[in-house]
């Protein structure tokens, strides 16, 4: 116990000092991890021997991680970006792993050592690209499109990676295949013994167990979970749902890893996708740091110092290879020069999910032990590199190119999206207007069965509580243009807006109000929009009203704007000397600014049948009887503003 | 005010339809616009549409106002004169209904040879509308670009039916007559009795009504 306790204090220490200085210095999260592993690893010696079995449970960090990219991977995303997810993440992954391929048997690897080295290189880091592009603010432009669309691809391809490895075994290592990640040390197995068909039924029985399992069992279960309103039970279950994947694909000697993206997928389109991802969230963040640190404290030092020239040398070649090959598909695929270099620099380096292959390319006896260790190291150094060559892409080349005006606009789709709080009658109507004039929109409610409804009719909702601020983050409210909020709850919907206020300043926050109370509250809290729910549609009632007693249209049209103006003129008066805290009872001076208000409004209403020339109708005014008289001038003198019968 | 006796010079079957388009922005203070418009409203083969009271939201039914134009042989403007022009719901009429393909360009001929003319009500004086004048352009100058319009889509336009010095109009107590020409020319118009060919010629249309229409 007191050994477990100490070591969670080292990592954990590790981490939090590590990782918030790294971020500050632009170095990312990843590095951070590293240089945390670093530390409490080779340098100082904290831990030794228990990384490996730690490695393993944070190998569950990926195995999260390919479920989240999963749910990412809606159907019809994945058919939008079908070129270039094809084009260029095959040509990459395909070009990378045969010149790094070459290149090891130019060194003299054997052809399959050279071939699973290829494959490994191939990858690129897409927990620090995307956490990098995400926080420079680089994922809407084209270039970093098309990042995460290689990126994608190559997530894809480590499914098929994983497969083909084992077959790679040197026989002279004398191989047992068929060793996954997340599986070591497992004697669990259903399929032991049973002949080759019988395997490929049980391993087909599997997958589809887990498509109309997630197709049909999860949604039922959720909706009577999440009726249950027990936030905890409802993260339970999300975890036993990945956890419980994955062991049934351990248990049919697959990939725990293929099994998770595949519920993945299967669940993109469920109306409880942002739920669960801000469920596994940070489960995958905390364990894929894990992961990260027990790499950096795997580093051998004693290997890097023994042959640094050497490693430095490999690590160069290895990401001047894949940027060649990376710079060639800008051109191909015609990236901006601005664009293309991004994705070279920022694309250049190998991956995490290198290191995963390449414990599993040892443990199928694949890679020799040392070979794997200076193998880990080049990765390693090539993803500490990274950092630099986006800082050398945001300093260097970025603004040369915009000073000499080769960078074209960014693509259309820069409006961002408006994240809609609430479904109800209301907030369905916002979404109606704004999905019919192009614009995206994610929207959010607590009511399952609301959820459900809009669904059926194709507005792409989602189950959750709005309020609740790693949704909203899910649902992307760092990087949407505008949050609308239109929730039934008076006093979450104003909680809601302080909360976006003080986190997301950069977002606009339009709200519903229920009356002009819930209208000063929110624009207290911070709302740039508040417009009460029954002002316009009163006004319209009463405006038919008014054309029902044979008033002319625009006469009334006139009178309404008249109203309005005055009413919002009178809404911001009283705003000053309204008091959240003080009952309306009590405002002596508020209730004074009412009636004066009330007034006041009698009186412009008035003065249009009294015809007198005042606000609520000086336009249109005739001009006096006798006033062309006064026109007999040589020079016109036109200071009247209303347009005169000339 | 009172209503103009119902269907002067009526006939049986009108020779061509005539569509009043009215703009007046506050109908209820009009004092020659609004009974002129009554008063064609109530004439057989006459259509008054009212621009501010069906669109008062300046949501224009284009496709609505198109096909009003092609069931009608003589289009009319009726309105007071607003810096020389119309009120601004005419001139969104003209942007959003005098479309290419309809009014002009190619294929645009839905308008050919219909008769075009303003009636308009203006301030000053007609002293004011002549080179001396504090206008300084006489009122047909100042209409070209109706007349151009007029041109551009085909049409016969002919000059402004037009009162001056309306303020003073009722009380001087010369809108009566002045409705009664104007359904003079409206009929006129609608039997075919009217001198189109010298009418084009003219200052105004209600210059000479004597010498431009040939009574039933």
């Given amino acids: ?646 | 005010m009172k209503e103009t006796p119902r269907a002067i010079g009526s006939a049986p079957s009108p020779r061509r339809r005539i569509l009043v388009l009215f703009a007046h922005p506050s109908p209820d203070r009009s004092e020659v616009n609004r009974p002129m418009a009554r008063a064609a409203a109530n004439l057989e083969g006459v259509t008054l549409v009212d621009l501010y009271g069906e669109y008062p939201t300046f949501t224009i039914d284009a496709d609505r106002e198109q096909a009003r134009l092609r069931s009608h042989e003589v289009i009319v403007f009726l309105h007071p004169l607003y810096w020389y022009s119309t009120p601004a719901i005419l001139k969104e009429w003209q942007d959003l209904v005098l479309e290419h393909g309809f009014a002009y360009g190619s294929g645009g001929t839905a308008l050919h040879g219909k008769i075009f003319f303003n009636t308009l009500s203006a301030g000053g004086p007609e002293a004011a509308y002549r080179a001396e004048g504090y206008n300084h352009f006489t009122l047909r100058e100042l209409l070209q670009p109706f007349e151009q319009t007029a041109m551009l889509c085909g049409m016969i336009y002919l000059p402004p039916f037009a009162l001056f010095d309306a303020r003073n109009a009722v009380e001087q107590g010369r809108v009566e007559a002045h409705i009664a020409d104007w359904m003079r020319v409206l009929a006129a118009l609608r039997d075919d009795r009217l001198d189109v060919a010298r009418a084009r010629r003219a200052p105004r249309l209600n210059a000479d009504l004597a010498g431009l229409i040939r009574e039933a």
Avoid at chain 1, 165 to 191: C, F, N, R, T, Y
Avoid at chain 1, 245 to 274: Q, R, Y
Avoid at chain 1, 277 to 289: Q, R, S, T, V, Y
Avoid at chain 1, 385 to 390: E, G, N, Q, S
Wanted: hydrophobic content about 50%; aromatic content about 6%.
């Fill in chain 1, 1 to 646: 116990m007191g050994g477990l306790l100490f070591h969670a204090f080292v990592y954990l220490c590790a981490a939090v000092v590590a990782v918030p200085i790294a971020k500050r210095l632009g170095l990312g999260s990843v590095l951070g991890y590293l240089i945390a592993g670093i530390l409490i690893g080779p340098v100082f010696g904290l831990v030794g021997s228990e990384t490996a079995e730690i490695q393993h449970v944070a190998e569950l960090g990926v195995v999260l991680m390919l479920f989240l990219v999963g749910l990412e991977l809606e159907p019809r995303l994945l058919w939008e970006m079908r070129l270039r997810l094809l084009g260029l993440g095959g040509l990459q992954v395909t070009l990378s792993a045969g010149l790094i391929g070459a290149a090891g048997m130019l060194l003299g690897c054997s052809w399959t050592t050279a071939l699973a080295i290829g494959l490994i290189f191939s990858l690129s880091s897409t927990a620090i690209v995307l956490q990098t592009l995400g926080e420079k603010g680089l994922t809407k432009v084209e270039g970093g499109r098309a990042s995460f669309a290689v990126l994608l691809f190559q997530d894809i391809a480590v499914i098929p990676m994983l497969a083909l490895i084992p077959l790679l075994a040197l026989p002279e290592l004398g191989a047992p295949p068929g060793v996954d990640p997340g599986s070591h040390g497992e004697s669990l197995s259903l399929v032991e013994g049973l002949s080759g068909w019988t395997y490929a039924m049980v391993v087909v029985g599997a997958v589809v167990l887990v498509v109309l399992g997630g197709q049909f069992l999860t949604r039922p279960l959720f909706r009577f979970i999440a009726g249950s309103r027990l936030r905890e039970i409802f993260t339970a279950s999300a975890l036993l749902l990945v956890v419980g994947t994955a062991l049934l694909m351990t248990l049919v000697d697959l990939s725990p890893a293929l099994g998770t993206f595949l519920a993945g997928v299967v669940l993109a389109n469920s109306e409880f996708k942002h739920e669960l991802e801000a469920d596994i969230e940070p489960f995958k963040g905390l364990l894929l740091g894990l992961f990260f640190i027990t790499v950096g404290a795997g580093i051998d030092f004693d290997v890097l110092f023994a042959d640094a020239l050497t490693l430095i040398g490999l690590t160069l070649g290895v990401m001047l290879l894949k940027a060649a090959v990376l710079l060639a598909l800008a051109r191909l695929f015609r990236l901006t020069p601005g664009d293309g270099w991004l994705f070279t620099l920022g694309l250049a380096q190998a991956g995490e999910f290198g290191f995963v292959l390449l414990s599993f390319a040892a443990q199928n006896h694949v890679l020799t032990q040392d070979l794997t260790k200076t193998l880990a190291l080049v990765i390693a150094l090539s993803m500490l590199l990274t950092p630099a060559l986006f800082i050398l892409y945001e300093h260097l080349i970025e603004p040369r190119l915009r000073a000499g005006g080769t960078r074209e606009p960014d693509a259309i789709d820069q409006r961002g999206t408006v994240v809609i709080a609430g479904i109800g009658r209301f907030g369905q109507i916002v979404n109606r207007l704004l999905v019919a004039s192009g614009v995206r929109t994610v929207v959010l409610d607590h009511q399952a069965g609301q959820v459900e409804t809009m669904s059926k009719v194709g507005i792409r909702s989602y189950f959750g509580d709005a309020s609740r601020p790693d949704l909203l983050l899910a649902a992307g409210i760092d990087e949407a243009r505008v949050l609308v909020v239109a929730i039934d709850d008076r006093e979450r919907a104003v909680q809601l807006v302080a909360h976006v206020r003080r986190h997301y300043p950069r977002v606009r926050i339009l709200a519903r109000a229920f009356d002009v109370d819930h209208l000063y509250l929110l624009r207290q809290a911070g709302a740039d929009v508040a417009i009460r729910e029954v002002f316009d549609a009163s006004l319209a009632l009463g405006a038919e009203a008014l054309k029902a007693l044979g008033l002319h249209p625009f006469k009334v049209e006139k009178m309404t704007r008249a109203f309005r103006r005055h009413d919002e003129q009178g809404l911001d008066e009283l705003y000053e000397l309204w008091d959240a805290d003080r009952d309306l009872s009590t405002n002596r001076a508020l209730l004074a600014g009412i009636h004066a208000h009330r007034q006041n409004l009698a009186e412009v209403l008035a003065a249009d049948r009294l015809q007198l020339h005042d606000r609520t109708d000086r336009g249109w005014t005739p001009p006096p009887r006798d006033y062309a008289r006064d026109l007999a001038e040589p020079e016109p003198a036109s200071d009247d503003t209303s347009p005169p019968d000339a």
